[in-house]
């Protein structure tokens, strides 16, 4: 875990913690001073003084990488020569209320390492006098169901709508199940019950019963049964 992270909101980099995740972003779309010495040490600094000597002054952006250029105006992001390199901002120094954005426009959030999560701001209004700003902003995780119900532990992608109880055909634990995975456990292609599918002891609950009961289990051998 780190304490670490990173914002990209309008062109600009705000940055927290001791590690500075917009460092290599920078490096990549603007040009590091990495590359220039590599440059100078392969011998490419004196081709270039060289020809100043010869052919006069030039323009400096003729000196330039095009490929930063290139990288900038695919991002949509304004045109910065390498004397004009963006600078990371600390949040420290930035409010909310002053930060400048676009309604719906998508911005990038960088922590942990190598989380990065797309921000979009969604609505804005005038605060009322007197009214309590204590709860605000409001974030709102779009990607992250609300939903508690588990999703089935078969295919892991469908929800579950049944748990079985002592199921020889699973570990025998509380298994949640969607209704294509149970029928593919224990029934046959005739679409009936394979004699003895499952077990003796196994027995079939509705999902929505049992995250009803919640903590409410009754005379249980195991932790989790409620039988």
Same mark, same amino acid.
């Given at each position: 875990f780190s304490s670490s992270g990173m914002f990209f909101i @309008?062109? &600009?980099f705000y940055v927290c913690g001791e590690e500075d995740y917009s460092a290599p972003i920078i490096d990549w779309l603007d040009g590091s001073a990495s590359a220039q010495l590599s440059e100078t040490v392969g011998g490419k600094e004196d081709d270039r003084?060289? =020809?100043k000597m010869e052919g006069g002054n &030039? @323009? @400096?952006?003729e000196e330039e990488d095009p490929i930063y250029e290139l990288r900038q105006n695919y991002l949509g992001l304004p045109i910065k020569s390498s &004397?004009? *390199? *963006?600078t990371a901002v600390p949040m420290s120094t930035v409010r909310l209320d002053s930060l400048p954005? *676009?309604?719906g426009r998508r911005y990038l959030h960088v922590s942990d390492g @190598? *989380?990065?999560v797309s921000l979009f701001f969604t609505d804005i209004r005038v605060v009322l006098t007197g009214e309590d700003t204590s709860r605000y902003p409001l974030v709102h995780d779009a990607w992250t169901s609300s939903s508690s119900q588990p999703d089935c532990a078969g295919c892991e992608q469908r929800p579950a709508i049944m748990m079985t109880y002592q199921n020889e055909l699973t570990n025998g634990e509380p298994t949640p199940l969607c209704e294509q995975c149970f029928r593919l456990l224990h029934y046959d292609q005739d679409d009936k019950v394979r004699p003895g599918a499952g077990g003796k002891r196994m027995r079939v609950l509705?999902? =929505?019963?049992v995250m009803e009961w919640d903590d409410c289990w009754v %005379? %249980?051998? &195991?932790p989790g049964e409620p039988f």
């Open positions: @309008d062109d &600009k003084e060289t =020809a &030039k @323009d @400096d952006t &004397k004009e *390199r *963006r954005f *676009r309604m @190598d *989380r990065e509705p999902l =929505a019963m %005379s %249980s051998e &195991k």
